[in-house]
């Protein structure tokens, strides 16, 4: 069984994935009114991984014998200044998520709650890949700069990316 504090946290954890996919979708939106189908489509599948997140812990905490409870989703941000001001906001909120993981992890330990330890690691693993993601995204559009022709090529680039679910 789930201690009430960690189910707490997981099911507010869903609620984080499902923000993260929220946040993703209005970056979807961004980038198409901006012409970028490229990174619209990187943002789409950014958003099928969060959802996939989010599920994960659904998944997790009614496994565990918790109730699943659904919050609100608070409304995201929707106008950025830049691809690359949008970018950053992407690779800040992961950061901000892989805290949040390593704040789970923190809780499971104290909790004595092994097996929830043992989920988190898969969790641990793809913030670090998460961040990375955005982060190379965010490195080449500071090498552009104001280079249109380099962000069209960077564009068709970004439009390659395919959602795969996680094996897990
Ligand atoms: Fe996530
Ligand atoms: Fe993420």
Not at 12 to 20: G, H, I, L, R
Not at 44 to 63: C, D, G, L, R
Not at 149 to 158: E, Q, S, V
Request: proline content about 4%; glycine content about 4%.
């Amino acid at each position: 069984m789930l201690s009430p504090k960690m189910e707490k946290a997981l099911n507010d954890q869903v609620n984080a994935e499902m923000f993260s996919a929220y946040l993703y979708l209005a970056m979807v939106a961004y980038f198409q009114d901006k012409n970028l189908p490229g990174f619209a489509n990187w943002m789409t599948v950014q958003n099928q991984e969060e959802t996939f997140h989010a599920m994960k812990f659904f998944n997790y905490i009614s496994e565990r014998g918790g109730r699943v409870t659904l919050d609100a989703i608070d409304k995201p941000q929707f106008e950025w200044a830049s691809p690359l001001d949008a970018m950053e906001a992407a690779h800040n909120h992961e950061a901000y998520i892989s805290a949040r993981i390593n704040d789970l992890v923190n809780l499971a330990i104290e909790e004595k709650d092994h097996a929830s330890n043992s989920f988190l690691r898969w969790f641990v693993d793809e913030q670090v890949e998460e961040e990375d993601n955005v982060n190379t995204v965010v490195q080449k559009l500071r090498l552009l700069g104001k280079d249109g022709g380099g962000l069209f090529m960077l564009d068709r680039d970004l439009a390659t990316r395919v959602f795969t679910p996680p094996a897990a």
